[in-house]
Every structure is written in C-alpha cells, then in structure tokens.
C-alpha cells in the first residue's frame, strides 16, 4: 500500500532519493566552498558565478535536492516520533507550505 504522504510511496526509493539529494547538495557546497577559496571575491565576481547559466542550473538542482531532501527528512521524523495523526498531519501541512516557500523563493532568487 503506498503511503499518503510519502514522496515516492516506497521507503527504499525514498531513501535513495534522500541519499541522492545529499551528494547534490554535498557538491554544490564543495563548488560554493571552494570558489570563496580560490577567488578575490567581491560582488561582482560572487554575481556573475551565481548568475552564470551552468550555476543557476546547478543550484537550480540544489533547491529542488534540498526540497526533497528536507521532506523525506521530515516526513520520516514525523512518522517514526509523532504518534498522534492529528499533529502528524498539522505538522507535515507546516513543512510542505514551509518548503515550498523557500522551493519558490529560491527560484525567484535566481531566474
């Protein structure tokens, strides 16, 4: 039986994605990391990184790991510590409206 709130209605490929979406965003911190070490950074140089097409994409993908990420994340939290289905379904209604706030925000940020 697949899961209502579950991202992918099976755990083991819920799993995986999770584990996807941390060696994306373990890499696009390596990138940002080590772009602040091997530059003179000032805004113009920081903007026109962050705002080339091949890092807009890349961090296009960070946003939506991070997203998918933080729901499997949460989304196993609350099933395995909350009991009550009453404040399991207010607290994951919070999160989604959460994550998708910072999922658009992100997105206006860089197109």
């Not at 911190?29 to 140089?45: A, M, P, R, T, Y």
């Not at 994409?57 to 960070?62: D, I, N």
Request: proline share 1%; glycine share 8%.
């Amino acid at each position: 039986m697949k899961s209502a709130t579950g991202l992918t209605g099976s755990g083991s490929r819920d799993w995986v994605l999770q584990r996807l979406s941390a060696v994306v965003l373990a890499i696009y911190s390596i990138v940002v990391v080590g772009f602040f070490l091997f530059n003179d950074v000032n805004f113009e140089v920081w903007h026109g990184f962050m705002m080339s097409l091949p890092m807009k994409l890349f961090s296009l993908v960070a946003i939506l790991s991070l997203v998918f990420h933080a729901w499997v994340g949460m989304w196993t939290v609350f099933t395995d510590y909350v009991k009550s289905s009453g404040l399991r379904i207010v607290l994951q209604a919070i999160v989604i409206v959460a994550i998708l706030a910072y999922l658009f925000w992100g997105v206006m940020i860089f197109w």
